[in-house]
């Protein structure tokens, strides 16, 4: 994929969207690298003009910048994808790279036990970030990537995390809007306090059909060196013939691995 400067707009393109004056620099140039997301990975300069609010002649100068340094790159087409560059600073990220370098020998070691998909979460704001995911040919399927975000709420690895935060975040969490994908997603907010209590209790989190209806999970949290939960492991099965307690020993044990792999250590 080459790396191109774009040509200049033609005149008659002037606009796609009036830009906000009050925007600065960083706030337009973030703006054009958010105007790339998993639904739309490769963007023309007007794509990426109307969806960051840029006038073309902006998107135009902005885009030329980041191509230049690496974060885009534009193909023979004059398509824009994301560059390189990115991907080596997110690498960076204790989250991102290096935690999943300490995780992945043990989910390969749950896959081998499972033949499921075993995925890797850890949160961002109000939803998780699936930083790992390995699936099996003929695991069922699942709306997961790596780079995806779902709701705490609605997901095994997603309940292990917010189980484990502090109260008053919990709480704000449970009174705000709680988004339904299916039938079973849970939306009552003191049913969601009750089955936070009970993954504390029980140590995992088991969503059943919460994002699709065939699907189950099973998730435990995972700990960094100080103890305070950093991550979640979790693997998903067919709902239709769960096997939840043999499932729960392998996901803890994976867990455990991986905490301890991070540096925690449990109390005596």
Same mark, same amino acid.
């Given at each position: 994929?080459?790396?191109?400067?774009?040509?200049?707009? %033609?005149?008659?393109?002037?606009?796609?969207?009036?830009?906000?004056?009050?925007?600065?620099?960083?706030? !337009?140039?973030?703006?054009?690298?958010?105007?790339?997301?998993?639904?739309?990975?490769?963007?023309?300069?007007?794509?990426?003009?109307?969806?960051?609010?840029?006038?073309?002649?902006?998107?135009?100068?902005?885009?030329?910048?980041?191509?230049?340094?690496?974060? *885009?790159?534009?193909?023979?087409?004059?398509?824009?994808?994301?560059?390189?560059?990115?991907?080596?600073? %997110?690498?960076?990220?204790?989250?991102?790279?290096?935690?999943?370098?300490?995780?992945?020998?043990?989910?390969?070691?749950?896959?081998?036990?499972?033949?499921?998909?075993?995925?890797?979460?850890?949160?961002?704001?109000?939803?998780?970030?699936?930083?790992?995911?390995?699936?099996? !040919?003929?695991?069922?399927?699942?709306?997961?990537?790596?780079?995806?975000?779902?709701? *705490?709420? %609605?997901?095994?690895?997603?309940?292990?995390?917010?189980?484990?935060?502090?109260?008053?975040? #919990?709480?704000?969490?449970?009174?705000?809007?709680?988004?339904?994908?299916?039938?079973?997603?849970?939306?009552?907010?003191?049913?969601?306090?009750?089955? *936070?209590?009970?993954?504390?209790?029980?140590?995992? %989190?088991?969503?059943?059909?919460?994002?699709?209806?065939?699907? *189950?999970?099973?998730?435990?949290?995972?700990?960094?060196?100080?103890?305070?939960?950093?991550?979640?492991?979790?693997?998903?099965?067919? #709902?239709?013939?769960?096997?939840?307690?043999?499932?729960?020993?392998?996901?803890?044990?994976?867990?455990?691995?991986?905490? !301890?792999?991070?540096?925690? !250590?449990?109390?005596?």
């Amino acid at each position: 994929m080459t790396t191109t400067r774009p040509e200049t707009p %033609a005149r008659s393109e002037t606009t796609v969207r009036s830009e906000p004056t009050a925007r600065s620099a960083p706030d !337009r140039l973030l703006a054009v690298l958010a105007a790339f997301d998993h639904e739309h990975t490769a963007l023309s300069l007007s794509d990426i003009a109307r969806r960051a609010g840029l006038t073309l002649t902006t998107a135009h100068r902005l885009a030329g910048a980041l191509t230049e340094w690496g974060a *885009l790159e534009r193909d023979a087409s004059g398509v824009y994808h994301v560059g390189l560059r990115l991907w080596e600073i %997110a690498a960076l990220a204790p989250r991102g790279l290096a935690l999943r370098q300490a995780a992945l020998p043990y989910l390969e070691d749950l896959y081998e036990s499972t033949h499921e998909n075993v995925q890797l979460a850890v949160r961002d704001g109000t939803e998780v970030v699936y930083t790992e995911w390995i699936s099996g !040919r003929s695991a069922v399927g699942v709306h997961i990537r790596v780079g995806a975000r779902w709701p *705490l709420h %609605a997901t095994g690895v997603g309940l292990a995390l917010l189980a484990h935060d502090d109260p008053n975040t #919990q709480e704000a969490y449970c009174a705000g809007e709680l988004a339904s994908f299916t039938p079973y997603t849970i939306t009552d907010p003191l049913r969601l306090r009750r089955v *936070l209590a009970e993954v504390r209790r029980a140590g995992v %989190a088991v969503s059943d059909r919460q994002v699709t209806d065939d699907a *189950l999970s099973v998730a435990a949290p995972v700990r960094g060196p100080g103890g305070a939960v950093v991550a979640a492991v979790s693997v998903v099965v067919p #709902q239709v013939d769960a096997q939840v307690p043999a499932l729960i020993p392998a996901v803890r044990l994976a867990a455990r691995g991986i905490s !301890r792999a991070l540096g925690w !250590r449990p109390e005596p």
